[in-house]
């Protein structure tokens, strides 16, 4: 990643990257704009790779962007608030579904969104229904009802 872009997003962030190998940069920003951040390396020709999640105890969850520039992986890690964070879909389509999919497995809100219909989830079921311990794997595994 050249140097113009690794000091703009970490303005956007206000937050520094950690360097864990070569090829590897992560980037802690809880309160990250995220729509800028995406604007800015798809200026920069990176490519949004996928995102995962990960439930906190405090009822928000995290969600992590995993971004390619050339040869280095870009990882930014932010946090929901009131479990919601604005969609980047408008700006690359590659989040359509990833964004859809963390919404039903986290019941994260992507304000924005252009088709937030469930993508995974049966309609039967509530959003973040896998937050739940064990989520669906481990209930029907012990004869619950999923």
């Not at 919404?103 to 993508?119: E, Q, S």
Request: net charge negative; hydrophobic share 40%.
């Amino acid at each position: 990643m050249n140097e113009t872009l690794r000091i703009q997003i970490e303005q956007i962030a206000g937050a520094a990257w950690e360097q864990r190998s070569e090829h590897e940069l992560w980037l802690q920003a809880p309160a990250v704009d995220v729509r800028a951040a995406a604007q800015a390396l798809l200026a920069a020709e990176a490519r949004l790779s996928t995102m995962t999640a990960l439930a906190l105890p405090n009822g928000e969850t995290e969600v992590i962007y995993h971004w390619i520039c050339g040869k280095q992986g870009l990882h930014i890690k932010t946090c929901t608030q009131g479990n919601h964070l604005p969609t980047i879909t408008p700006i690359t389509a590659a989040a359509n579904w990833i964004e859809r999919e963390i919404m039903d497995l986290y019941a994260v809100v992507f304000d924005g969104h252009p088709d937030p219909k469930p993508l995974l989830r049966p309609s039967k079921l509530t959003a973040g229904y896998y937050r739940e311990p064990g989520g669906a794997a481990g209930k029907a595994a012990r004869g619950e009802m999923v």
